[in-house]
Structures are given as C-alpha cells and as structure tokens.
C-alpha cells in the first residue's frame, strides 16, 4: 500500500539555525499538505501543494512539490522557538479524499 | 464560533469494554475522518466518511466501529476487538472535495485500566 515517509525524525536546532524536513512517497501523488502539532496539540494545516515543482513561502517557511510529485520539503529559515512541534506531511492520491500521513519530524529549538 | 468538538478529552477502559467518542462539526464540512496517534508516531486513518450514511475502513479499522447518521456527528466506537486501544484519537472534518485542508479537534486520550 501506499506510504509516505519523512526524515529526520527528530530535529534539535539552536535558535537561528535553519531547519528541513523530508517527505518521500512510495507512489505519486496528486497533492501534499503539511501540519503542524505542538506538544499536547492537535493538527493545524500549514499549506497545500499540488502543481509538479511548485514552491511556496510563508514568512520564513518555504515549500516545495518535486517534479515527480513523489515528494517534499518544509525548510525554515532562522528558527525561532515559536517553531517547536512535530511537522507532518499528507498525501493524498488522484480522485481520494484519503490522505496518507508522514511519520512526522519534531523539531526542538534550543534557545 | 465553528469547530470541531471531541468528548471526552480523556477516557479510561476496562478489559472487555466497549467506549464510544464522540467527535461534532458544525463546520458544514461533509467529510469526516477518525485517526489514531501512538506516541512519537504518525497518525494512522481508522475511518472516513465522505457523505451522511456512508463511510470506509481506513488502514487500521479492525476493532472500531463508527456511524455517520448525521453531517455533523461522527462517533468512534473502540470495541472490545482492539487489543491495543491505549492512543490519542484524533477527529478532523473537510469540505468534501479533494486538495481541502482537514481541521481537527483537539483529541481523545484513551488508555486501559
């Protein structure tokens, strides 16, 4: 079946540090979104993707969909220790409401 | 103020004991999901449903039940069937189309006693 993997799964930074989080799929997808949950949270949606190579930046977030719309990238430039929690990724296949998610990477930001 | 609900935000099971969550929208979102979270891992898809009447296993369906009688109600009834219930649920709701964000509540912890 259909899995979607993210690397690394743990991420400590110090402050200002840039951060990346990985998102491989084992099939291609139609578009991937990315969530953040801080500790004790739930799921808040960050953004969604979904042309092949597309890129996009919120504030100091930067998004990325590969070629292949196999997988994707969160890159956080200077992090701040607003940015704690665990990043996951969700992709979802052509004409599915389903969405398969990422195994998730928790970034620490150490002050 | 739209959003979704879960009850109870804490839950405690016997052996041999069937629990119902409950999960409310009044977001007027016709998709419904129930996922469950293992510490320090992933969510994994229970149940989905797309429309009033209708929804499908997910991954990890055995051992939970579910009923979609209303739009706004998604219940998640953990039977005696799943042996390893002790999770963090997580119910979350999406305008039935694909490329939607999901929104979810803030989670059901349930452990065993």
């Known amino acids: 079946g259909q899995q979607v993997m993210q690397i690394p799964q743990y991420q400590h930074v110090q402050e200002g540090e840039d951060f990346t989080t990985y998102c491989n799929s084992s099939?291609?997808?139609?578009?991937i979104q990315w969530y953040k949950q801080r500790p004790g949270g739930h799921p808040v949606f960050l953004i969604q993707l979904v042309k092949s190579g597309e890129v996009k930046k919120q504030k100091r977030l930067t998004f990325q969909f590969g070629e292949a719309k196999k997988n994707s990238s969160l890159h956080i430039t200077a992090t701040q220790t607003t940015d704690v929690g665990t990043y996951f990724c969700?992709?979802?296949?052509?004409?599915?409401?389903?969405?398969?998610f990422g195994t998730g990477t928790r970034l620490k930001v150490l002050a | 103020d739209g959003g979704i609900t879960q009850s109870p935000k804490y839950l405690f099971r016997k052996e041999g004991q069937n629990v119902t969550l409950s999960c409310e929208q009044n977001?007027?979102?016709?998709?419904m999901y129930w996922y469950r979270q293992d510490p320090g891992q992933g969510l994994r898809l229970i149940y989905y449903?797309?429309?009033?009447?209708?929804?499908q296993k997910g991954d990890i369906a055995e051992g939970y039940s579910v009923s979609r009688e209303k739009k706004e109600s998604f219940p998640l009834t953990v039977t005696s069937a799943q042996k390893n219930p002790t999770a963090f649920y997580l119910c979350?709701?999406?305008?039935?189309?694909?490329?939607?964000?999901?929104?979810f509540g803030d989670g059901t912890r349930l452990s065993i006693l």
């Open positions: 969700a992709g979802a296949t052509s004409g599915t409401y389903k969405y398969i």
């Open positions: 449903s797309q429309i009033v009447n209708d929804f």
């Open positions: 979350a709701s999406s305008i039935a189309h694909s490329n939607q964000p999901q929104h």
């Open positions: 099939t291609t997808l139609s578009n």
């Open positions: 977001l007027n979102h016709d998709a």
